[in-house]
């Protein structure tokens, strides 16, 4: 099940941790997909490109 992140004060959504924004502090997780907030650009395009390395759970 892949994970979403996104900073407390942010609306965009990661879940590729090699992306290169992806927030390393003062971040939520959520285990499903979210219905608001936007999705990272760059995620998007490693998830296209089958280069995204999903986040786990630590
Ligand atoms: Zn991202």
């Known amino acids: 099940m892949p994970i979403y992140r996104r900073k407390n004060n942010g609306d965009t959504w990661h879940w590729c941790n090699n992306c290169s924004v992806l927030p390393t502090s003062d971040y939520k997780e959520v285990?499903?997909?979210?219905?608001?907030?936007?999705?990272?650009?760059?995620?998007?395009?490693?998830?296209?490109?089958?280069?995204c390395e999903k986040i786990g759970i630590a």
């Open 31 to 51: 285990k499903r997909k979210p219905t608001s907030g936007k999705f990272c650009n760059q995620c998007t395009g490693k998830e296209k490109k089958g280069n």
